[in-house]
């Protein structure tokens, strides 16, 4: 079974910061793909960045990056930057690969916010 | 690029009811993923259709069932309604079952509370 763990359900961070969300994740599937997700009070989740288990090297998307450290298990959400917009929630995901099917295992998500 | 949509956005049943919750996918893609995200928690994976069937569930009762239509949109029902239903309904695209290292799109859900 396929578990993630996010251990900060919140965060505050100052305006043009950087701030980093946890994420661990726990599998026995040796192919897996690691997604996370912005949340705004919406409702609708928002794609922002993916790192897959054989990926040599950390994903950025913008002023977003994934500290992803294999061993340990460990895939963590880096904004730089902050802007008030980023204020959300931040879920973190994960899916096993190459099974027919695609079913994203969420954590319990953690909560931004960005003062001025 | 049309995004996913959902309908309706808020919806009050009481218990015992039934409910129909509609999705229209991201235009391209062909298979639909239903989540259900109770109040300050993560969304939990309900199941998946890809080409008009049922292509994966997660742990819900059979009252949780679905449909795909040819034109890739979806719909969520609910049977005999209980109290723990009451929860944000997500509904996403994707490009298919074999594209799982690419993302899902959500729509903005819908939000249903019984009472």
């Known amino acids: 079974a396929q578990k993630i763990t996010q251990t900060q359900p919140g965060m505050f961070v100052q305006e043009k910061e950087a701030v980093t969300l946890d994420c661990t994740y726990d599998t026995s599937d040796p192919s897996y793909g690691l997604f996370w997700y912005k949340q705004p009070s919406s409702g609708e989740m928002i794609f922002l960045i993916y790192?897959?288990?054989?990926?040599?090297q950390n994903a950025t998307e913008g002023r977003y990056s994934l500290n992803f450290q294999k061993a340990r298990k460990s895939a963590n959400l880096v904004i730089s930057a902050s802007q008030l917009g980023d204020s959300a929630m931040y879920f973190c995901?994960?899916?096993?690969?190459?099974?027919?099917?695609?079913?994203?295992?969420f954590g319990t998500g953690t909560r931004l916010l960005v003062s001025p | 690029e049309t995004g996913v949509t959902q309908s309706p956005t808020h919806l009050i049943k009481t218990r015992g009811q039934q409910v129909t919750l509609r999705c229209s996918s991201q235009s391209g893609h062909n298979t639909v993923s239903w989540y259900q995200q109770a109040l300050g928690q993560g969304p939990q994976f309900i199941f998946q259709y890809y080409r008009e069937e049922e292509n994966g569930r997660g742990n819900f009762p059979p009252r949780f069932s679905g449909l795909q239509f040819p034109n890739y949109s979806s719909e969520l029902n609910v049977n005999a309604l209980e109290l723990d239903d009451s929860a944000l309904y997500l509904c996403a695209s994707s490009s298919g079952p074999e594209s799982s290292n690419q993302p899902q799109h959500f729509g903005d859900g819908t939000r249903l509370s019984i009472l």
């Open positions: 995901a994960m899916s096993r690969l190459n099974t027919g099917f695609q079913k994203l295992v």
């Open positions: 790192q897959g288990s054989y990926d040599q």
